[in-house]
């Protein structure tokens, strides 16, 4: 059908590398084996699959969650624990409405997944950052910023974090800050939101056991099919102590419209029961192994010395921190009328920040235009300081 409205979010521009979007690449979405997925659940499932489904999700995907992520993890959920969900943008969105009321105060580490951010907006919540390193969430800055808005009277919902592999810096909280906030947040009643959508894309070793694991009571975690499987199947889960799930279980989103995408939910149990979703990450990973080494390879050739940045060890990006003067808003449209784009620092970090940092993704191109796109990076990188010394 012929329409200029459009069908998908991705908007690749002719000319152009993308190195904004962070979205995987259409060639690697397994689009033959999810249509023989989909037709086994309607051909099995029949009515089943049609039909409004169970509030928490589909109990056969629950229970194929829980083995899958006891297999991953070491450790088994309990059905209990576990809730279905939209992806990582519906369960935070849910949260926010069941945990929060408008004027509360979420804090968000800082920079972090910006879009998050706007969800948090929208349910009128106010944006407090804490900043993170090379390696992670800063637990002293934690510590200092919780008591004092506690003093002043304000109700904190939760802490928003990506402990591992975050977006957009590729960093991952530390093996000792991981205990330290996991104590921390005990003792201070504190709820904390891990979002967790990049633990199996690591490149170079394991990812470290998810910061739920040591703070059960305390940490609500977001899992996704968006990033190992396909970002249109618009689902995920949640894993929290069994008295949050059944609060998310009670809503009334829920009781009316049943479990979300449970025509989906019945397709990507009949994925995981033909057992091809660890093959399958194995795939991604050697890919996107690639090109993160390609995109790092381009940015030592091509970026100016004084550029800097850390090798992301697993996820979709990395984290570019430009010289003294730059501003990466600021040089966007130079840089895309040269070829190459990026998402600028600011986006990622709440009231203030990173005005010289800028993220690129590597999941979207092959290796050849990542190259292309670092080295129209560093072109425009070099003709910008020649103006500044000039200037
Ligand atoms: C850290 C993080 N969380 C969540 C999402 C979105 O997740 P979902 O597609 O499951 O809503 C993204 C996508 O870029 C992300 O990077």
Same mark, same amino acid.
């Given at each position: 059908?012929q329409?200029?409205l459009p069908?998908?979010? /991705?908007?690749?521009r002719?000319?152009?590398? =993308?190195l904004g979007w962070g979205?995987?690449d259409?060639?690697?979405?397994?689009?033959?084996?999810?249509?023989?997925?989909?037709?086994l659940?309607? $051909?099995? *499932?029949?009515?089943?699959?049609?039909?409004?489904?169970?509030?928490?999700g589909p109990?056969?995907l629950?229970?194929?969650?829980?083995?899958?992520?006891?297999q991953?993890?070491?450790a088994?959920p309990?059905?209990?624990?576990?809730?279905?969900?939209?992806g990582?943008s519906?369960?935070?969105?849910? %949260?926010?409405?069941?945990?929060?009321r408008?004027?509360?105060?979420? %804090?968000v580490e !800082?920079?972090?997944?910006?879009?998050?951010?706007?969800i948090?907006? *929208?349910?009128?919540?106010?944006l407090?950052?804490?900043?993170?390193?090379?390696?992670?969430?800063?637990m002293?800055?934690?510590?200092d910023i %919780?008591?004092?808005?506690?003093a002043?009277?304000r109700?904190?919902?939760?802490?928003?974090?990506?402990?591992t592999?975050?977006n957009?810096?590729?960093?991952?909280?530390?093996?000792? $800050?991981?205990?330290?906030?996991? $104590?921390?947040?005990?003792?201070?009643?504190?709820?904390?939101?891990?979002?967790?959508v990049?633990r *199996? /894309?690591?490149?170079?070793?394991?990812?470290?056991?998810?910061?739920?694991?040591?703070?059960?009571?305390?940490?609500?975690?977001?899992?996704?099919?968006?990033?190992?499987?396909?970002?249109?199947?618009?689902?995920?889960?949640?894993?929290?102590?069994?008295?949050?799930?059944? $609060?998310?279980?009670?809503?009334?989103?829920?009781?009316?419209?049943?479990?979300?995408n449970?025509?989906?939910?019945?397709?990507?149990?009949?994925?995981?029961?033909?057992?091809? /979703?660890?093959?399958?990450?194995?795939?991604?990973?050697a890919?996107y192994?690639?090109r993160?080494?390609?995109?790092?390879?381009?940015?030592?050739?091509?970026?100016?010395g004084?550029?800097?940045w850390?090798?992301?060890?697993?996820?979709?990006?990395a984290?570019?921190?430009l010289?003294?003067?730059?501003?990466s808003?600021?040089?966007l449209p130079?840089?895309?009328a040269?070829?190459? !784009?990026?998402?600028?620092?600011?986006?990622?970090?709440?009231?203030?920040?990173?005005?010289?940092?800028?993220?690129?993704?590597? !999941?979207?191109?092959?290796?050849?235009?990542?190259?292309?796109?670092?080295?129209?990076?560093?072109?425009?990188?070099?003709? !910008?300081?020649l103006?500044k010394? =000039?200037g």
């Open positions: 059908l329409t200029i069908d998908i979010q /991705l908007n690749l002719r000319g152009i590398a =993308e979205h995987p259409p060639a690697l979405l397994p689009a033959a084996d999810l249509a023989r997925a989909a037709e659940a309607i $051909r099995r *499932d029949g009515w089943r699959a049609l039909a409004y489904g169970a509030e928490q109990g056969p629950i229970e194929l969650l829980r083995v899958w992520l006891g991953r993890e070491g088994l309990a059905a209990e624990q576990i809730l279905v969900t939209g990582v519906q369960a935070l969105d849910l %949260l926010c409405t069941l945990l929060a408008p004027g509360d105060v979420v %804090l !800082s920079p972090v997944y910006h879009l998050a951010l706007r948090f907006g *929208d349910h009128g919540l106010e407090v950052p804490t900043p993170a390193d090379a390696e992670g969430l800063r002293d800055a934690l510590a %919780l008591p004092r808005l506690r002043a009277g109700q904190v919902c939760f802490l928003y974090t990506v402990p592999f975050c957009p810096t590729g960093a991952s909280l530390a093996s000792g $800050r991981r205990s330290e906030l996991a $104590r921390f947040a005990l003792e201070h009643d504190l709820v904390v939101v891990e979002d967790d990049y *199996d /894309l690591w490149y170079d070793a394991p990812a470290l056991p998810p910061l739920q694991s040591l703070a059960p009571a305390a940490v609500i975690r977001l899992g996704s099919f968006s990033k190992i499987l396909a970002p249109g199947l618009r689902l995920g889960w949640l894993v929290a102590k069994p008295e949050i799930v059944q $609060r998310c279980i009670g809503c009334g989103m829920l009781d009316s419209g049943g479990g979300v449970h025509f989906t939910a019945h397709v990507v149990a009949a994925y995981l029961e033909m057992g091809l /979703l660890a093959g399958h990450i194995d795939r991604l990973r890919s192994r690639g993160r080494d390609a995109l790092l390879a381009g940015l030592a050739q091509y970026l100016p004084d550029c800097r850390q090798r992301p060890a697993g996820g979709f990006f984290w570019i921190e010289p003294e003067g730059h501003d808003a600021r040089l130079a840089a895309e040269a070829g190459v !784009s990026y998402v600028p620092g600011t986006r990622f970090c709440a009231r203030y920040g990173g005005e010289r940092h800028l993220r690129l993704a590597f !999941s979207l191109l092959s290796e050849g235009e990542l190259a292309t796109g670092a080295k129209r990076l560093g072109a425009v990188l070099a003709y !910008s300081r103006q010394t =000039e």
